[in-house]
Every structure is written in C-alpha cells, then in structure tokens.
Nanobody
Framework: QVQLEESGGGLVQAGGSLRLSCAASGRAFNNYAMGWFRQAPGKERESVAAISMSGARTLYADSVKGRFTISRDNAKNTVYLQMNSLKPEDTAVYYC?????????????WGQGTQVTVSS
C-alpha cells in the first residue's frame, strides 16, 4: 500500500501560479512512476503530467505543456506540480497517483485530491 496526500491547492487569479505537493508513505516511493491528474465538475478525470521512477522522463498533456512542470524528490518521498500561467479552465480537483509505469493510464494508488480554482 502507498498512502498519498496532496497539498498546495487554493484560489488564484488567471495568470498566477501554484505549486502542488504530494507526500507519499508506505511502500518504496521510487518503485512507482507518479502522475498528476485532475477532474473538473461534470468531466472525467484526466492525466495532466507524469514522471518516471527516477525522474529522468516526464510526460504532459497538450493543454498544460509549457506551463506545468512535474518533478519528484525521492529522498523526500514527494512529487510536485509547478503550475504557471494558470487559466480558468485549469480549475479542477487535482489528484496525485502512483503508477506502475510512466505511460500507464491509471494510477494504482490515489490521494484524496486538492482543489485548484482559477478566477478570471
């Protein structure tokens, strides 16, 4: 089992920035790729960004490329999502997830989510 806890969400104006953190406990953190996902009201959960076990490789959804950066610190069992140039359409609940591989579409373990609201 892996326990995940997100933090760092909040209310921000369009064009602003937020940094999300996801702290992991339980089984070895660096045995898993990690991903950030989001779910807006009435929409399906979608993948936003993913990072490999070592942190050497990353993937991004087209909608966030150039604005969001995923990173991880395996010594601190934490994954981050730096979000810049935020837009109202980025408003969603953001979840982190532990994945079996970088390209796996679903997470094996999920956090509880953190709300991000971007005002126009």
């Amino acid at each position: 089992q892996v326990q995940l806890e997100e933090s760092g969400g909040g209310l921000v104006q369009a064009g602003g920035s937020l940094r999300l953190s996801c702290a992991a406990s339980g089984r070895a953190f660096n045995n898993y790729a990690m991903g950030w996902f989001r779910q807006a009201p009435g929409k399906e959960r979608e993948s936003v960004a993913a990072i490999s076990m070592s942190g050497a490789r990353t993937l991004y959804a087209d909608s966030v490329k150039g604005r969001f950066t995923i990173s991880r610190d395996n010594a601190k069992n934490t994954v981050y999502l730096q979000m810049n140039s935020l837009k109202p359409e980025d408003t969603a609940v953001y979840y982190c997830g532990s994945k079996d591989s970088l390209t796996t579409s679903r997470a094996r373990y999920w956090g509880q989510g953190t709300q991000v609201t971007v005002s126009s």
